[in-house]
């Protein structure tokens, strides 16, 4: 199996075009069209519809499986370039969501510091969605994240660290009653996270739902920002306990009638990564943290 023509494979299905392909890799049209035939006499089989024109490829229907094994045989390949290379460094990259690690690294900066272990730590500070994400194509190779579902795949190993609740908030400047509905709020400004928080989905299903946080009058991916702008009365908002501590100017309303799912805090690496001192040390350090 030759990994260089099911590279050009795979970038041809994104392309869709040979020329397109052959100028990626910085090779001739007739580069890639001899790799695609290897691939099929090698296999047996058409994975490209003859009659595709060059600049709008169309893959059999064999094709299109064939191009899921490619998409795991290549993932695993550069997996395992990964974390040799990790291996080679000693050094471990790790996700930070910052919601979660401005709460959790006060917690353990000790305990890393004594097991020598933060000079070892190459921070990839981010949002959760984007680190799993940087997690599963194996550029980093352990996170911490926040989550309303945990992971039911065997691809990953996790342990949950604590289990926080979501808090309606507005500035303490407000005077709300003890008790409310989740529509008393449908006409106030609102202020929200951006796409790469999971704070996204939630709000978004509080609009379906409920039609609050209609009004969206700013986004943002900075939470601290966010908190600053609801505590100076520019709007409410939506947030994981876990960004409230020691805030000041801010109240979380008591919504009677909305059960929000729980937001939990995990650490969380590849069922496939080879646990080596420096990571079992990280693994050890933040599971002492653990609720359960």
């Known amino acids: 199996m030759n990994f260089k023509d099911l590279r050009y494979f795979r970038?041809?299905?994104?392309?869709?075009?040979?020329?397109?392909?052959?100028?990626?890799f910085g090779v001739s049209q007739p580069t890639i069209t001899y790799a695609i035939k290897r691939l099929e006499n090698e296999y047996n089989c058409e994975l490209i519809v003859r009659k595709s024109y060059a600049n709008s490829v169309q893959l059999t229907s064999?094709?299109?499986q064939f191009l899921v094994h490619v998409q795991k045989i290549l993932r695993e390949d550069e997996l395992t370039?990964?974390?040799?290379?990790?291996?080679?460094?000693?050094?471990?990259?790790?996700?930070?969501p910052p919601i979660i690690s401005d709460y959790l690294m006060p917690l353990v900066f000790d305990s890393l510091k004594e097991e020598k272990v933060l000079d070892k730590i190459r921070p990839k500070r981010s949002g959760s969605k984007e680190l799993l994400d940087e997690l599963h194509n194996g550029r980093i190779d352990i996170s911490l994240a926040g989550t309303t579902h945990l992971p039911e795949s065997g691809e990953y190993q996790y342990k949950v660290l604590k289990t926080h609740k979501f808090k309606i908030i507005a500035s303490a400047q407000r005077d709300f009653p003890k008790e409310l509905k989740i529509r008393d709020l449908e006409n106030e400004d609102a202020l929200v996270l951006d796409e790469s928080s999971v704070?996204?989905?939630?709000?978004?299903?509080?609009?379906?739902?409920?039609?609050?946080?209609?009004?969206?009058?700013?986004q943002t991916s900075d939470y601290k920002l966010l908190?600053?702008?609801?505590?100076?009365?520019?709007?409410?908002?939506?947030?994981?306990?876990?960004?409230?501590?020691?805030?000041?100017?801010?109240?979380?309303?008591?919504?009677?009638d909305v059960d929000f799912p729980s937001f939990y805090l995990i650490l969380i690496y590849r069922s496939s990564m080879k646990i080596d001192p420096t990571i079992q040390k990280l693994i050890d350090v933040f599971s002492d943290l653990s609720d359960n």
């Not at 970038?11 to 990626?24: G, I, P, Q, R, W």
């Open 81 to 96: 370039k990964k974390d040799i290379e990790r291996f080679q460094s000693n050094d471990v990259v790790m996700g930070f």
């Open 227 to 256: 908190l600053d702008l609801v505590a100076s009365n520019k709007g409410i908002s939506f947030i994981t306990e876990t960004a409230l501590k020691d805030v000041s100017g801010i109240q979380t309303l008591n919504v009677t």
């Open 199 to 218: 704070h996204q989905l939630l709000a978004a299903n509080l609009v379906e739902k409920y039609n609050v946080f209609t009004n969206v009058v700013y």
């Open 11 to 24: 970038k041809l299905t994104e392309l869709k075009n040979y020329s397109e392909t052959a100028h990626f």
């Open 62 to 64: 064999i094709g299109e």
